[in-house]
């Protein structure tokens, strides 16, 4: 749909309006028009010029720099520099058909004044837009559900006191009993287990660790589980992904081929992993990810946040020849787009052509955002102290040197191919060999942004950067901060801008990302749509258990861990996913979470979960990205390439998102292709292979080694009739036309690792 919105937004630029775009104003310029200038034109214009007077004589106001230079019906008032040009001052000389004011004539020295103002440029620091906020009428805006402040609610009453483990369940409760209804009972222990390892490391529990959590009656022993699943490094590659859903973590581009793929960006996908093991407060996390690089001087080792940066500094890159222009905003619409939908739950990019049409953020605004972008680049940064950074440099000086040295050379001697050129090419050549091979190894960098030139934007009318409107000054979104939030106006403005997303008065920050951690666990948001909180949105199930959330959420410190503990030691959370009749028929889409939903496992923890039952995962952490088809890669999912410019066949099939853009959610498909992969794949035959090999060896007679494998792939023992039919099967005849080269007991394998009960979490 964007495209086909640009086509049209380039159909209708055919108008190209002057550049607009003005450096910042220098102080002198701004003292001399506040003193000299401003008053005349307030006192002798604006009473026929004026938004705010509601007159626009000649279709001219002259309350914003904008205004004067679009001007009225004859043209712009101001040529900045070009008094002789300057419509305005022709008018105030009264030596022309129009004489302005229209009765009386200025002073002698006003008129000078306002000539020599414009021979300065026309500084002028009005650069609001009055009429386009007046749109907007803000103190109704701000009264939607989602941009109101967040406020700790009075806990519900509840009927069945003996229920709720926490107050979170005491809201579940709440509800549900206005409905009529009453919540299932709890999950056995079994399924318990098995669902908050899944859901806290995206792997199986071994059945070591169901044996220790069936056999301890401590009332605090599910909250050690907990704990012990925290505390584990695959809490953090399990949680790792879903944020990189949302930041649409990739490594390569989709849209051009002339950039190279960023080859660290494994450091990225890295950091993140770390910072959410060592449960990093979500709001460091957000500021990191915008301006890892500006908050350096508070922290000794800052260098190594800078992988942080990934956030922004993996984003698309689009193809610039035709229309670079074009490529650049549609670069800076990425940024907005990911910042937006991910810390915010807004689609500010909505308000890039037009204001937007549902939520209050006028284009004006997105262009405020584009403008910290805009004034900042994509750079490579060396994740290690400034004093190694310099020796390397220094150290690689001699190489840089005879680099030139050689190609200057190559350049000279091209024409002439003489004897005694191509002898001394050949020495140079050897020479830098020898010094690569000395020189240090390359340093760890971080694919980040850094500051450029600090510059406002001003307006793309209908998108399109030819045609520039109203000046956007850098600043926050107007409906979350006052009607005139203040300039950013440190460099780019990112670190401004990352504290005003971070801030605990920031309504959107801690309700989002309370909602998306909810979401991941339970299959759904009590915003059903992450990353949208706006009008276009799905309103809260539960406003006030998310506003409950928030509040603690941000009172424990931004806590990821907190968040968890909160939600799994619920007794919402640890209900079967059983239904019963009464509430299925009232509540079959389960938003009222009487009962807790079945899910399917994402295709990185079925993955995972393969290659752990069948003995063969490779739990080594982090560092450079493995291609997922490379033979025998046997790492967790979260370590494999993912490209935008082709995504991995097996990524795809299994519902792996699209890394061009944010992601809110997985989406569930079902597939004939799903169930071929599962037949005929040479990985799903080799973990079928290595289970039957691993259980073969483990246990001594089929009998046992059934159990084993039952409680390997599904937690639990097999039943009795589970178990004869194991025997008989495994005990047949073999029917060569049926083997493929399998074993029978490979081939029971392939079936119990092919079964639904491996895929679904209960
Ligand atoms: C009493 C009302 C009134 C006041 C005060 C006034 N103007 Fe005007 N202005 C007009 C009207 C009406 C027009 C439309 C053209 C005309 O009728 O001459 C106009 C037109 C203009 C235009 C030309 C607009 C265009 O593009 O056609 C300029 C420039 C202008 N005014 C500047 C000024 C300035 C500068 C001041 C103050 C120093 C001023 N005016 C004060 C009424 C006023
Ligand atoms: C690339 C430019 C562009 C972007 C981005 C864009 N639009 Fe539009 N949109 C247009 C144009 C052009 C029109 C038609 C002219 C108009 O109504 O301003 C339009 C019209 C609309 C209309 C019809 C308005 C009416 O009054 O009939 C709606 C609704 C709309 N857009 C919603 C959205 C939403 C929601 C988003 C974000 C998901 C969005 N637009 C993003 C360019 C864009």
Redesign the pocket.
């Known amino acids: 749909m ?1 495209y086909a ?2 086509l ?2 380039c159909a ?1 630029a055919l108008l190209v309006a002057p550049s607009l775009r003005a450096a910042d104003p220098d102080t002198k310029g701004v003292e001399f028009f506040e003193s000299k200038v401003r008053p005349v034109l307030v006192e002798q214009c604006y009473k026929c010029h004026s938004a705010q007077t509601g007159k626009a004589r000649g279709n001219l106001t002259l309350d914003t720099r904008a205004a004067l230079l679009k001007g009225g019906d004859t043209g712009p008032a101001v040529v900045p520099g070009n008094p002789e040009k300057s419509l305005l001052i022709a008018a105030v000389r009264h030596d022309g058909d129009l004489k302005m004011p229209p009765k009386t004539k200025l002073p002698d020295a006003v008129v000078k004044d306002l000539r020599r103002w414009v021979e300065m440029g026309a500084p002028d620091p009005r650069d609001r837009a009055p009429a386009a906020v007046s749109n907007i009428d803000w103190t109704k805006a701000r009264g939607f559900w989602s941009f109101r402040p967040v406020r700790k609610p009075a806990l519900p009453s509840v009927k069945d006191a003996s229920w709720p483990k926490s107050d979170t369940d005491r809201f579940i409760l709440a509800r549900l009993e206005a409905e009529g209804l009453h919540p299932v009972a709890a999950a056995d222990r079994r399924t318990l287990l098995r669902r908050a390892t899944f859901d806290l490391t995206g792997l199986p529990p071994t059945p070591d660790e169901i044996d220790t959590f069936l056999h301890d009656d401590s009332p605090d022993a599910f909250a050690k589980v907990v704990d012990r699943l925290l505390k584990s490094p695959q809490y953090g590659e399990r949680w790792a992904r879903h944020w990189l859903d949302v930041a649409r973590y990739a490594e390569d581009q989709a849209h051009t081929f002339a950039v190279k793929p960023n080859t660290e960006a494994f450091r990225y996908r890295d950091w993140v992993i770390d910072a959410l093991n060592a449960d990093m407060p979500y709001d460091l996390f957000v500021k990191r990810q915008i301006a890892a690089d500006l908050m350096e001087g508070n922290e000794p080792d800052g260098y190594k946040q800078r992988a942080a940066l990934g956030f922004f500094g993996l984003g698309a890159q689009y193809y610039k020849n035709s229309d670079a222009a074009r490529a650049a905003a549609d670069e800076l619409d990425d940024r907005i787009d990911t910042l937006g939908r991910g810390f915010l739950g807004l ?1 500010v ?2 308000a ?3 204001d937007h ?2 939520d209050p953020i006028p284009t004006q605004d997105y262009y405020s955002l584009a403008g910290v972008f805009y004034s900042c680049k994509l750079a490579d940064l060396p994740m290690v102290p400034k004093a190694e950074a310099d020796r390397y440099a220094d150290a690689k000086k001699p190489v840089l040197e005879a680099d030139r040295k050689l190609k200057e050379l190559e350049k000279a001697e091209k024409s002439k191919a003489t004897t005694e050129g191509k002898e001394r090419i050949k020495g140079l050549k050897a020479e830098l060999e020898k010094l690569k091979k000395s020189a240090p190894p390359p340093l760890p960098m971080a694919h980040a942004l850094a500051d450029a030139t600090a510059t406002d934007l001003h307006v793309y009318v ?2 399109n950067p030819a045609q520039q409107g109203d000046l956007a000054p850098r600043r926050f979104l107007r409906v979350l901060s006052g009607a005139e939030p203040p300039r950013f106006t440190k460099g780019s403005g990112r670190l401004e801008l990352a504290e005003a997303i971070a801030s605990k008065d920031n309504p959107l920050t801690a309700r989002v990302l309370v909602n998306r951690v909810w979401a991941w666990h339970f299959g759904r948001g009590l915003v059903g749509t992450p990353s949208n909180f706006g009008q ?1 949105g799905e309103r809260p199930t539960h406003p006030e258990l998310l506003d409950d959330l928030a509040a603690r959420f941000v009172e424990n410190g931004w806590s990821l861990k907190w968040l968890h503990r909160e939600v799994l030691l619920s007794a919402t959370y640890q209900q079967s996913s059983e239904a019963n009749v009464k509430s299925q028929a009232a509540d079959p889409d389960n938003r009222l979470l009487g009962r807790m939903n079945r899910r399917r496992l994402e295709v990185e923890a079925w993955r995972d979960s393969l290659l752990a039952v069948s003995g063969q995962l490779d739990r080594s952490f982090g560092g450079p990205t493995v291609d997922l088809n490379a033979g025998q890669n046997r790492r967790r999912t979260v370590y494999c390439k993912v490209s935008r410019h082709e995504l991995n066949g097996l990524l795809r099939l299994f519902d792996f998102p699209d890394a061009n853009i944010t992601s809110e959610r997985r989406t569930e498909t079902t597939v004939p292709q799903q169930q071929l992969f599962v037949l005929n794949s040479p990985f799903f035959v080799g973990q079928a292979k290595a289970l039957a090999a691993r259980v073969g060896a483990e246990e001594r007679d089929d009998t046992a080694r059934v159990r084993r494998a039952y409680l390997l792939a599904y937690g639990r023992p097999a039943t009795d009739a589970e178990l004869l039919l194991a025997l008989r099967y495994l005990g047949g005849k073999d029917d060569p036309s049926e083997r493929n080269g399998l074993t029978r007991w490979e081939r029971y394998a392939q079936a119990l690792l092919a079964m639904n009960e491996f895929l679904y979490v209960d």
């Open positions: 964007r919105f640009l049209v937004a209708v689609t990019s909505c890039r052509c037009h049409k549902f209908r998108g276009l």
